[in-house]
């Protein structure tokens, strides 16, 4: 049982306030391992700005049977190109920011090559982001799934929702398309990244 820190779920291209949680409570920040895949949430989707607004990435997973599947567990689907349609849509939104160029070559075999399960797909990405933004702090799995923590540990599995609007504190940085939408809070970890590269720890 985890007595202190912060617990998150494990996410693709987490959204900002993840890594804004992460870098606040590392590095006692521990990562979700044991907890049934739920449906529609971020753990296999990201947010990113599009020219047409707000456009989700969606990582397809193999279809189970009705019994409930643990998230480390969760096999992804490859019945169409997925990862091809993920880079295009990276490179179309991004291509023109001041720092796409400067990550694109790390980011590119996880859209070239093919994981068998999402957990480990997510795990690996994240560690390449968390050396992005520049946090050396690693997080540690859990053992067990716990209903709920004692007040000494912050859990966050429930706190972002790709399904209803999340509103966290944040000051607006430069975004590619935002004098047609205006700043859109909380998209992916890329989106600040592709925006201020090394400076994107100091926003955090």
């Known amino acids: 049982m985890i007595e202190k820190g912060a617990l998150l779920p494990m996410f693709y291209l987490p959204p900002v306030a993840w890594f804004s949680h992460f870098k606040m409570h590392q590095p006692n920040v521990f990562l979700e391992t044991e907890e049934h895949f739920p449906k529609q949430t971020y753990r296999n989707r990201a947010n990113i700005y599009s020219p047409d607004g707000v456009l989700s990435l969606v990582v397809p997973v193999v279809k189970g049977s009705k019994v409930h599947t643990k998230v480390k567990d969760v096999r992804i689907s490859y019945d169409f190109r997925w990862q091809r349609q993920h880079w295009m849509s990276l490179e179309a939104c991004y291509r023109r ?82 004098e047609r939408h205006g700043f859109v809070k909380n998209l992916s970890i890329v989106d600040l990244l592709f925006s201020q590269g090394p400076h994107s720890i100091n926003y955090l």
Do not use: C, W
Request: aromatic share 20%.
């Open 97 to 178: 920011s001041a720092y796409f160029e400067y990550y694109e070559d790390a980011l590119a075999p996880f859209y070239q090559n093919q994981f068998d399960f999402l957990f480990d797909f997510n795990e690996q990405l994240l560690h390449l982001l968390l050396k992005s933004v520049k946090i050396s702090a690693v997080a540690q799995n859990t053992e067990s799934y716990e209903p709920a923590y004692p007040p000494g540990v912050t859990d966050l599995r429930h706190s972002f929702s790709s399904k209803k609007d999340y509103e966290p504190e944040q000051k607006p940085y430069f975004q590619v398309f935002e």
